[in-house]
């Protein structure tokens, strides 16, 4: 994303004023802003400064789309290296089933990295994944270290 501005002369066509360019969900975008009716290519002109506020604007509500749709793939899709049967449909978080020695399977909701814990607990027995998720996230899973957690031990 990026506001580049053409004075007279370095554009190859002639143009004149700023170029907004943006690129995310796809998609690229760019818009233009005119400034060949100022009398002066400085912001002394009311022309050439309300154009370039509004290229600028205009790059600020893309940075703002663009961030907005990093966010919604967040926290509604896997990382890529999630495996499939791992996958809770959100970045960070994973599901699996663990056992112990010889002690029965017990469900797992893990958070952060968990190559860093030295112990996985399970959640509480009868609680299904969905209300772990929920308790974990609203703070009432518990911090194994360097940014790991476990959902419900």
């Given at each position: 994303m990026a506001?580049?501005?053409?004075?007279?002369?370095?554009?190859?066509?002639?143009?004149?004023?700023?170029?907004?360019?943006?690129?995310?969900?796809?998609?690229?975008?760019?818009?233009?802003?005119?400034?060949?009716?100022?009398?002066?290519?400085?912001?002394?002109?009311?022309?050439?400064?309300?154009?370039?506020?509004?290229a600028e604007l205009q790059d600020l509500e893309w940075r703002r789309d663009s961030?907005?749709?990093?966010?919604q793939r967040f926290v509604s899709e896997d990382h890529s290296n999630t495996l499939p049967e791992r996958?809770?449909?959100?970045?960070?978080?994973t599901a699996a089933?663990?056992?112990?020695?010889?002690?029965?399977?017990?469900?797992?909701?893990?958070?952060?990295?968990?190559?860093s814990c030295n112990s996985l607990s399970p959640i509480i027995k009868g609680i299904s994944i969905l209300q772990a998720f929920l308790r974990g996230v609203g703070g009432g899973g518990r911090v194994l270290g360097r940014g790991a957690w476990s959902a419900f031990c």
């Open positions: 506001v580049t501005y053409y004075g007279p002369g370095e554009h190859p066509v002639g143009f004149i004023g700023f170029r907004v360019t943006a690129g995310f969900n796809g998609d690229f975008h760019q818009r233009y802003f005119s400034t060949s009716a100022a009398a002066q290519q400085a912001d002394e002109d009311v022309i050439f400064l309300s154009r370039r506020l509004e961030l907005q749709y990093r966010y996958g809770v449909g959100v970045h960070g978080i089933f663990v056992r112990r020695g010889r002690g029965a399977l017990a469900s797992l909701l893990q958070g952060g990295q968990v190559s």
